[in-house]
């Protein structure tokens, strides 16, 4: 089937939502569909190749393609294309990226279907008024196309009636021009990346916006955005990451309708009072986004902090934080709490209170004991406490407390990089665990009732010192993902010999646990469909030509 037309290399990603696989395609322009037996299943077409001319009149068998993606394509006749892609009655969203593409042919007006177009990091310089005359368009991306005319985009802008979701991130916007507000639908504006220092008051017409996102934008004058963003009667999200914010001013208070308010990978040394003001948040994240670089320092969280009972979702990572102020028992609406990195010898003990905890990471801190009163956060799903690898082992985790069987929802646990040596008794009555991640610990055994882990579907065991695996570990019949490499005391052949009978593994790693090319191989004739990672020794050796 040829959908392709080239003369050289290139490479067809397809997501078949029937099969729920993604397929490289082979380099054969001829057949570049083969094995394609039903292609009106196929729902999402990824194009990439930087040698692309155009596609065959086969394409329109696609009926139920939805999406189509052209990445790296500079030399696709796009206006053909159009042509073509008109005959599919359900397509509605096409992507033109890192193209170079210097106009939008008129033609685009044949598919009166879209909703959605995404044209980011290309060289734009006009847009046909058809674009947005698209009766059924939604959405736009002009990501990183510096060279358009904004006064005049904007203008055009309004010509989509039905226009709710539009991002003109990273084009170097020095003035956001009054014609922003005629797109009086709009519910999601993306001004992130750019070098404006204030937002038009004209803004307040916009009574649908819903989110805002001014990311990376270093020249914000706060006081200014918060007062305009303040008038908007409809938002509920607005996202600061990035913007180099030491202080977000008592005018934080004008913003109490927000539900959502993302400050992560700031330079705030501290919070205002006046964030107690904002009681409808839900969702606030104060979190790091590179640790050292990017990353706010807050010791202290003011007294008003706790008058943020509705919030449902926390992240404090990377901040020093010294614990919580007084009342914040009151903050048990929190089903999601980050307290990685904050520099903790102890889970704060306010923390009990929180009762709808669905996650909890307090990873790479220097808490060496874990409560007991973690069992009665029984609403617990997924619960990170990593350490880290540099830290001292009397500042890391030796023992598992029995009431971490108490937590019964719990899907999945992350120990990393502790130093514990062995596993509760009744640790195995998790019968919801999915993922256990227990690398580069002190396991020398496992329980001898450790299949009755009956959910387990990834298990990651590498760098212990386990000599065996226990015989019910033959039971594991969802387990898809394992890893046991680096346990250099184990009994191969009998540990093999379990592995040999969990026909569901997709992935094992048994590097550097001393087989043999006789015990290897057996294993790989017991377990033919799954993908064996068995390196030794000897492929650490410095090999001149490999």
């Known amino acids: 089937m040829n959908i392709l037309k080239t003369t050289s290399f290139f490479t067809v990603l397809l997501f078949l939502t029937v099969f729920g696989v993604a397929k490289g395609m082979p380099p054969d322009s001829g057949r570049a569909l083969r094995g394609i037996n039903h292609p009106e299943t196929m729902h999402r077409l990824v194009v990439v190749n930087d040698s692309l001319t155009t596609l065959t009149d086969s394409i329109s068998l696609f009926k139920n393609l939805v999406e189509i993606d052209f990445r790296e394509c500079p030399l696709m006749d796009y206006a053909d294309a159009f042509n073509k892609l008109a005959q599919l009655p359900n397509l509605r969203i096409i992507d033109i990226s890192l193209s170079g593409l210097t106009q939008l042919p008129d033609n685009i007006s044949l598919l ?15 847009l046909p008024n058809a674009l947005f005359e698209l009766p059924e368009l939604t959405s736009i991306s002009l990501a990183a196309n510096p060279n358009l005319n904004w006064q005049d985009i904007f203008q055009k802008l ?44 004209s803004m ?63 330079n705030l040394q501290k919070l205002n009072d006046a964030i107690g003001k904002l009681t409808g948040l839900q969702k606030l994240d104060l979190g790091y986004q590179t640790l050292g670089v990017s990353q706010n320092s807050i010791q202290k969280l003011p007294s008003t902090f706790s008058k943020l009972t509705n919030l449902q979702y926390l992240d404090l990572s990377g901040n020093p934080i010294d614990g ?13 709490l980050n307290l990685s990195w904050c520099g903790l010898t102890e889970i704060p003990a306010v923390v009990e209170n929180f009762k709808k905890l669905r996650v909890l990471n ?49 899907r999945i646990l992350s120990l990393r990089d502790q130093v514990i040596h062995g596993l509760p008794d009744a640790f195995c009555t998790l019968k919801k665990l999915r993922q256990l991640d227990m690398r580069n610990n002190a396991l020398e055994v496992l329980p001898d009732n450790f299949g009755d882990l009956s959910s387990l579907d990834s298990l990651d065991l590498k760098v212990n010192l386990l000599t065996k695996l226990p015989a019910s570990f033959a039971q594991l019949k969802q387990l898809s993902c394992l890893d046991i490499s680096l346990n250099e005391t184990l009994n191969v052949d009998e540990v093999f010999l379990k592995l040999a009978q969990l026909n569901s593994l997709i992935y094992l790693d048994v590097s550097y646990t001393n087989f043999n090319d006789g015990q290897l191989n057996n294993l790989k004739a017991s377990l033919p469909q799954t993908k064996i990672i068995a390196k030794t020794l000897d492929d650490l050796k410095f090999q001149p030509g490999k």
């Open 112 to 126: 009166k279907g879209l909703t959605t177009i995404n044209l980011p990091y290309n060289h734009l310089r006009e």
């Open 158 to 201: 309004e010509m989509a009636k039905k226009l709710e979701k539009l991002s003109l991130a990273s084009n170097n916007i020095l003035v956001v021009p009054d014609e922003v507000a005629l797109l009086t639908s709009l519910k999601s504006l993306d001004l992130s990346d750019n070098k404006f220092t204030q937002l038009p008051a």
């Open 204 to 266: 307040k017409n916009m009574t649908e916006l819903g989110s805002i996102r001014l990311n990376r934008c270093p020249d914000l004058d706060l006081s200014k955005i918060f007062k305009v963003l303040s008038s908007l009667p409809a938002l509920n999200e607005v996202q600061l990451e990035l913007c180099d914010i030491t202080d977000v001013t008592g005018d934080i208070a004008l913003l109490n309708h927000l539900s959502i308010l993302d400050l992560k990978g700031n």
């Open 324 to 336: 919580f102020p007084v009342g914040s028992s009151e903050l048990n609406s929190l089903t999601t």
């Open 362 to 410: 307090v990873s790479n801190n220097n808490i060496s004991i874990f409560p007991d009163w973690i069992g009665t956060l029984t609403s617990l799903e997924e619960l990170y406490f990593d350490a880290d690898f540099f830290t001292k082992r009397i500042l890391k985790l030796d023992v598992l407390p029995a009431a971490i069987s108490q937590l019964q929802n719990l």
